[in-house]
T-cell receptor, first 113, second 110 residues
Framework: GAGVSQSPSNKVTEKGKDVELRCDPI?????LYWYRQSLGQGLEFLIY????????KSGLPSDRFSAERTGGSVSTLTIQRTQQEDSAVYLC???????????FGPGTRLTVT | LAKTTQPISMDSYEGQEVNITCSHN???????ITWYQQFPSQGPRFIIQ???TKVTNEVASLFIPADRKSSTLSLPRVSLSDTAVYYC???????????FGAGTTVTVRA
């Protein structure tokens, strides 16, 4: 079946603009996760959804970051007033429930100029 | 997640076996050992998980000694397409906040 998909694959934006990143999880997966990976760095957890609710938003770096999930499926990560330090690859993952094996999408490479 | 230590990089040639050892001295009784693989410009991919002794699947083998303070991921007969970063994680399965360090960059040459 289809894996996790993310769009756009690449996004270049000017500092101060808002961006929306989309994630389509594997059908039937109730858990959805957003991560950030900076160049040459490891993975940084941002937020986790179980269904449409987000019980853990502890990784969101600032109030400029928000995320939502609708219909227990698609999720959108929004970054307002982007800054250069927001440049990174944003990865989405899903799993059938809160399990250790997470299935990752290809990521969205965000570049803030 | 327990702290892990693994080599920064390893070089190999096609057809060879690659063994990556991960140290996790503070592993807890309930912790499992999991390895992820990440190709350039792709998200990480789960490859294998184990608790003790040996686990084998179509991609790799995982060897875990009795004290579980380390583990070794074995990639048999690597090809150029196995060039990737490999991450070792230790946790009890409820640690959904996956946290990867720098991992081990494996480079396979012809």
């Amino acid at each position: 079946g289809a894996g996790v998909s993310q769009s756009p694959s690449n996004k270049v934006t000017e500092k101060g603009k808002d961006v929306e990143l989309r994630c389509d999880p594997i059908s039937g997966h109730t858990a959805l996760y957003w991560y950030r990976q900076s160049l040459g760095q490891g993975l940084e957890f941002l937020i986790y959804f179980q269904g449409n609710s987000a019980p853990d938003k502890s990784g969101l770096p600032s109030d400029r970051f928000s995320a939502e999930r609708t219909g227990g499926s698609v999720s959108t990560l929004t970054i307002q007033r982007t800054q250069q330090e927001d440049s990174a690859v944003y990865l989405c993952a899903s799993s059938p429930s809160v399990l250790y094996e997470q299935y990752f999408g290809p990521g969205t490479r965000l570049t803030v100029t | 997640l327990a702290k892990t230590t693994q080599p920064i990089s390893m070089d190999s040639y096609e057809g060879q076996e690659v063994n990556i050892t991960c140290s996790h001295n503070n592993i807890a009784t309930n912790d499992y050992i999991t390895w992820y693989q990440q190709f350039p410009s792709q998200g990480p991919r789960f490859i294998i998980q184990g608790y003790k002794t040996k686990v084998t699947n179509e991609v790799a083998s995982l060897f875990i000694p009795a004290d579980r303070k380390s583990s070794t991921l074995s990639l048999p007969r690597v090809s150029l397409s196995d060039t990737a970063v490999y991450y070792c994680l230790v946790g009890d399965g409820n640690d959904y906040k996956l946290s990867f360090g720098a991992g081990t960059t494996v480079t396979v040459r012809a």
